[in-house]
């Protein structure tokens, strides 16, 4: 190495850091830090061992059963989203002139928030919404129609919030498979059916994967649609609202970190799962991109 080398090396070395280092920074600031210093809480209990707030957390049913219902919330909205979200990427991922327009207007729910997705489906689907008036007036139904501060108005919610993201995720993903190789399989006499098996499905399986669990882990942290249309003290108890309550009504920060830490290692559960479960369906190249 000559000596303009050795010292062009270190400045190199110099500049890389001035860009990698403030992520590095930001990293340990908002997400390591955070991370260890609340499971690291979890393990001082106000009374009892070390492993007392999980114990205390699983032998109490009322706190173990949050966990059941907001995985009985996550997972059938997640499977909602990225099911409805597919077949509309599939078939949007062809440019026309209408495409722009339809796109801006599924994701336009990312626009106005859980809150106001909560005001309108109260103005809509409550007992005295414009539906339950609607379908009385009509003399379709003449019993109460309940569709909020319940199970279903959250999943509604979770829906009407969560499919836009899935449905640009998916979009990406789509868009950057080349369409020759459907036709080369066109030309082998391979239909629709078969070229979507065969190709864009093994190409989406990555795309499938990351978007699922993605979706998964947002449906998961449910917090504002559990306590406005849902019913915080029942059905819809979740889980962030136990661990709201331990922080900021019982003040037991150390339980709050311990039910933090359950929702992690759970979420972490799925998202393995679903990781392994594309690996076993699929290997190979993570797209067939164009150009």
Known sequence: M??????????????????????????LMLFVYPFLYGFALSFQPLE???LANYQNFFADSRAWRTLVTTFGLALP??????????????????????????TALLVVPITLGTVL???????????????????????????????THNYWGVLISLVISGFPFAFLLLLSYVTGIDPVLARAAATLGANRFNQFRHIYL???????AITFCLA?????????????????????????????E??????????????????????LIVVAAVLALRRAFYRGPVSGGKG
């Not at 093994?202 to 499938?208: D, K, R």
């Open 48 to 50: 009892g061992g070390r």
């Open 202 to 208: 093994p190409l989406l399986a990555p795309g499938l």
């Open 77 to 102: 909205v997640t499977v909602i989203n990225v099911g409805l979200a597919l077949p509309i990427a599939f078939r949007l991922r062809r440019r026309t002139r209408y495409q722009r327009w339809i």
């Open 2 to 27: 000559n000596a303009a080398a050795r010292v062009a090396r270190p400045a190199l070395i110099d500049s890389a850091w001035l860009l990698v280092g403030p992520a590095v920074l930001f990293l």
């Open 246 to 267: 331990a922080a900021f009504e019982n003040y037991d920060y150390a339980m709050a970190s311990t039910i933090a830490m359950i929702m992690g290692f759970a979420q």
């Open 117 to 147: 997705i909560a005001d309108g489906m109260l103005t809509y689907f409550g007992p005295r919404g414009w539906l339950a008036q609607t379908l009385q007036l009509v003399h379709l139904y003449d019993g109460p129609i309940r569709l």
């Open 216 to 244: 998964f882990v947002q449906a998961f942290s449910v917090f504002p649609s559990a306590v406005l249309v849902g019913a915080p003290s029942g059905s819809t108890r979740v889980i962030s609202i136990a661990a709201y």
